[in-house]
Antibody, heavy 121, light 107 residues
């Protein structure tokens, strides 16, 4: 059974740090790029970060560049998001998602259920 | 960066209605357009990729069309399970961009 399970969400003060994890099962994790996508309460989807299948390439949204770091451990089927210098506007449900490329088109084909991060004093 | 817009932002429909949602890109993106469905409190699910290819398991009442800058998601006869929010998405360069979403609710 394919599963992507996020964890690590919490309430944190502005300026604080948090590390999210996404553990997968039922997929050949090492073959796929992975993403983090977030959704602020009552708002739309915002892509956050991407890591290539081997960890060799990463991309970030401008809103988190320099503050967030995505990484992966293929031996544990796990992708992490280290979040530093957190701001109230980072409050959101954070989803991990699998990257898929078909006919040159890149999209997210599998999603986890999400973990909630709340940045508040 | 490419900007994605959607219209309308929300609509009300009755079961059996035909529903059309549009997505527009700020520049030519070819067929690099994906559609997702999201229900409240749930993760998004993939509906259509490459503008018109239906994801396995998605009902055939969903169709996608368009290329370049203008795209359409059509639900031929809306069913109760279809009331949700729909997002388009593009990848260009190193950035992934979602449209703002279209909420489809029951009339």
């Amino acid at each position: 059974q394919v599963q992507l399970v996020e964890s690590g969400g919490d309430v944190v003060q502005p300026g604080g740090s948090l590390r999210l994890a996404c553990v997968t099962s039922g997929i050949t994790f090492r073959n796929f790029g992975m993403h983090w996508v977030r959704q602020a309460p009552g708002k739309g989807l915002e892509w956050v970060a991407y890591v290539q299948y081997d960890g060799g390439i990463t991309f970030y949204a401008d809103s988190v560049k320099g503050r967030f770091t995505i990484s992966r451990d293929n031996s544990q089927n796990r992708v992490d998001l280290q979040m530093n210098s957190l701001r109230p506007e980072d409050t959101a449900v954070y989803f991990c998602a699998r990257d898929l490329v078909v006919q040159g088109v890149r999209f997210f084909d599998l999603w986890g259920r999400g973990t909630l991060v709340a940045v508040s004093s | 960066d490419i900007q994605m817009t959607q219209a309308p932002s929300s609509l009300s429909a009755s079961v059996g209605d035909r529903v059309t949602i549009t997505c527009r890109a700020s520049q030519n993106i070819g067929n690099h357009l994906t559609w997702y469905q999201q229900k409240p409190g749930k993760a998004p699910t993939l509906l259509i990729y490459a503008a018109s290819i239906l994801q396995s398991g998605v009902p055939s009442r969903f169709t996608g069309s368009g290329s370049g800058t203008d795209f359409t998601l059509t639900i031929s006869t809306v069913q109760p399970d279809d009331f949700a929010t729909y997002y388009c998405q593009n990848f260009f360069g190193s950035q992934f961009t979602f449209g703002p979403g279209t909420k489809v609710d029951i009339k």
